[in-house]
């Protein structure tokens, strides 16, 4: 069997979700079964155009647009029954497919929609699937299970001076 890690990229700067994406290219290239599933996106992004175009699955756990503070109790339901859905699909790919990217894993986490006793399960039942977790405030019980931690640090950022997202740069 191949060794499989864990990799998580985590921090308050920008790059989480590309590096993830670039590895999903990558393992996709290179001939190897990658699906990526997103928790806390639905906003239509060139990520989705990519994957669709080198024949990555991505599934999303919701549809929303919103951030999770601004979503009603009814939205944020269907967001956690999605989460959950999502879960047993998962457990269904572990130790069949290469890679599985959990982009914005550890949003999930932080705002309950994903438990932290379901993200270790991940971790620890992956067999010899590759997992890689995004999203900021990695907790320490998630970087302790991990094989490589990436800390994305913001240390200017155009954002700052008015420069709103831009299509095909950040989305």
């Given at each position: 069997?191949?060794?499989?890690?864990v990799q998580v990229y985590t921090g308050?700067?920008?790059?989480?979700t590309t590096a993830a994406m670039g590895l999903a290219m990558r393992a996709a290239g290179q001939g190897l079964s990658v699906k990526v599933v997103q928790f806390m996106k639905g906003r239509d992004t060139g990520e989705i155009a990519s994957l669709q175009k080198l024949g990555i699955e991505l599934v999303r756990a919701s549809q929303s647009t919103k951030f999770f503070a601004m979503m009603s109790d009814d939205e944020k339901a269907?967001?956690?029954s999605g989460a959950a859905a999502v879960l047993a699909r998962i457990d269904a790919w572990l130790n069949?497919?290469?890679?599985?990217?959990?982009?914005?894993?550890?949003?999930?986490?932080a705002c309950g929609v994903l438990g932290l006793d379901e993200l270790l399960h991940i971790m620890d039942s992956r067999g010899s699937t590759e997992v890689v977790l995004t999203g900021r405030n990695a907790p320490d019980a998630v970087t302790a299970k991990a094989?490589?931690?990436?800390e994305m640090r913001e240390v200017k950022h155009y954002m700052h001076s008015g420069v709103g997202a831009r299509k095909g740069i950040e989305y």
């Amino acid at each position: 069997m191949k060794r499989s890690c864990v990799q998580v990229y985590t921090g308050d700067g920008k790059g989480k979700t590309t590096a993830a994406m670039g590895l999903a290219m990558r393992a996709a290239g290179q001939g190897l079964s990658v699906k990526v599933v997103q928790f806390m996106k639905g906003r239509d992004t060139g990520e989705i155009a990519s994957l669709q175009k080198l024949g990555i699955e991505l599934v999303r756990a919701s549809q929303s647009t919103k951030f999770f503070a601004m979503m009603s109790d009814d939205e944020k339901a269907v967001l956690r029954s999605g989460a959950a859905a999502v879960l047993a699909r998962i457990d269904a790919w572990l130790n069949h497919i290469d890679v599985l990217i959990l982009d914005e894993a550890l949003g999930a986490l932080a705002c309950g929609v994903l438990g932290l006793d379901e993200l270790l399960h991940i971790m620890d039942s992956r067999g010899s699937t590759e997992v890689v977790l995004t999203g900021r405030n990695a907790p320490d019980a998630v970087t302790a299970k991990a094989d490589l931690v990436t800390e994305m640090r913001e240390v200017k950022h155009y954002m700052h001076s008015g420069v709103g997202a831009r299509k095909g740069i950040e989305y």
